[in-house]
């Protein structure tokens, strides 16, 4: 039996930063992190872009272990006892805990063919697969056009790859973006050499030999050298489940964290649903600045600070040489008011309510603007068109 105080299910960046969150009000109590994966923490989003540029793979470890915390890696726990504050993992260790916090993320939606050639780009080991192949003159297929399918399209044309594009909307990141920036977007790649096949689901994926031929509803079918999939995750909220917590599209968690009300058991990061009182309602959000920031705040609540999260996180991504900064709901279906330094190569777009408040902001190649754009939000009022650029310009 291994005692601890703090308890840590999950090994990412939201487990990384609840590390410091309880060393902030807990400097001594022992904190115990079981990680799946067999790295300690490390940062996401360079697996997609700055390890493509150049940048090396030592830039992307968080450093947790210099917090006095004991890291358990290549472990996953895989039962909890909410009673008996007890947790096991798969090497049939059992875990004593005070607090416990689920930082177990999400794990990539698969397709149900295609086998596990298919590169569901998620992990460093992933990267460190895709890495070989790119420099071995490889041809990709990659499908989905949202955050993971765009960034990965980019790193490997960048990197002299040929890449061909799959997925079954209008445009490249269509879910988020106005029709015509996402319109935009798409020629931009294609100008860029990539082959984007619009409106296309993939139905079917066959490897003959060292090649793999994938086929579409609307009947075309590419050739490629490898497949990388990025088609969103799922949260891990299998744990949580087992033992009857409230979970809807991921664990259901207050404003300090905590689910159900316990005291002992909390929830953080992709796999959290958490309440944003500026917006109204809940959010699950899957992005960088959340995870550290939702951990970290958490991490303070189980070590006894008793704050409330109410930060609204931001999210980028770099395309190209294109790039944006976002706060708040990018969601295409809301009605968006755009206001162009020069169209669509610079500028913001607002996402509006049924009063034209903001919900969101997406800040397209301007930066800095991100805390002027939280505060239009969190205002409240109708935006003035002009009233963001001309601040962050
Ligand atoms: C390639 C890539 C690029 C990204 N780029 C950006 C970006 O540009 N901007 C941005 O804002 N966000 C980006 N993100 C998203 C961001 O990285 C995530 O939101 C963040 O990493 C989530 O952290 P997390 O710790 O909550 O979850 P995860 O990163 O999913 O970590 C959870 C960890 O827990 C482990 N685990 C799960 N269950 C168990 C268990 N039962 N026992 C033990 N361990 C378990 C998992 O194996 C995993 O390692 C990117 C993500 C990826 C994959």
Redesign the pocket.
């Known amino acids: 039996m291994h005692a601890t105080r703090y308890l840590i ?9 609840a590390c410091k969150g309880i060393r902030d009000a807990d400097t001594d109590g022992a904190v115990t992190v ?4 067999p ?1 300690p ?1 490390y ?7 700055a390890l493509w540029k150049g940048d090396d793979e030592r830039t992307i470890w968080r450093g947790t272990a210099e917090f006095g915390v004991e890291l358990r890696l290549g ?4 039962a909890l006892d909410l009673a008996g504050r007890r947790a096991a ?2 090497q049939g260790e059992i875990y004593s805990y005070e607090r416990l916090l ?7 939606r698969r397709l149900p063919f295609g086998g596990d050639e298919v590169i569901y ?3 460093l080991d ?2 460190r697969r895709l890495r070989a192949l790119a420099d071995a003159d490889t041809r990709f297929l990659v499908i989905g056009g949202g ?2 399918g765009s ?2 399209a980019a790193a490997l044309t960048m990197n002299a790859c040929p890449v061909t594009m799959v997925f079954p909307q209008p445009g490249i990141g269509a879910r988020i973006f106005p029709a015509d920036l996402s319109a935009f977007l798409t020629d931009y790649y294609r100008a860029h050499g990539v082959e984007v096949l619009t409106g296309a689901s993939v139905t079917a994926i066959e490897w003959d030999a060292d090649k793999v031929r994938v086929t579409t509803g609307d009947g075309r079918m590419r050739e490629a050298d490898a497949v990388v999939a ?1 088609l969103g ?1 799922e949260p ?1 909220v ?2 949580a489940k087992a033992v009857g917590l409230p979970v809807a599209d991921g664990i259901v968690v207050d404003d300090r964290g905590r689910v159900d009300g316990r005291e002992d058991v909390f929830a ?5 649903r958490f309440p944003v009182a500026v917006l109204g309602g809940t959010m699950r ?7 550290k920031s ?2 970290r705040r958490v991490g303070g609540n189980m070590a006894g600070a008793d704050e409330p999260y109410d930060h609204l ?6 395309l190209f040489d294109l790039g944006y900064e976002a706060v708040g709901e990018l969601d295409s279906r809301l009605q968006t008011s755009a206001d162009w330094s020069e169209p669509r190569r610079q500028g913001v777009v607002y996402y509006l309510d049924n009063d034209g408040r903001p919900r969101g902001v997406l800040l397209w190649n301007l930066f800095g603007g991100v805390e002027a754009a939280r505060d239009l939000i969190r205002a409240g009022e109708p935006v003035e068109p002009g009233a963001l650029r001309e601040r962050v310009a």
């Open positions: 299910a999950g090994g990412g960046l939201t487990a990384d930063a079981v990680a799946e994966e790295h923490p940062s996401r989003p360079p697996l997609s872009k472990r996953t726990i895989v993992d798969d689920l930082a177990t993320g999400g794990r990539p780009y998620r992990s992933d990267y955050f993971i960034e990965i990025g995750i891990r299998e744990l953080a990061g992709d796999v959290a959000v899957e992005h960088e600045d959340h995870a939702h951990g996180p931001f999210f980028y991504s770099d």
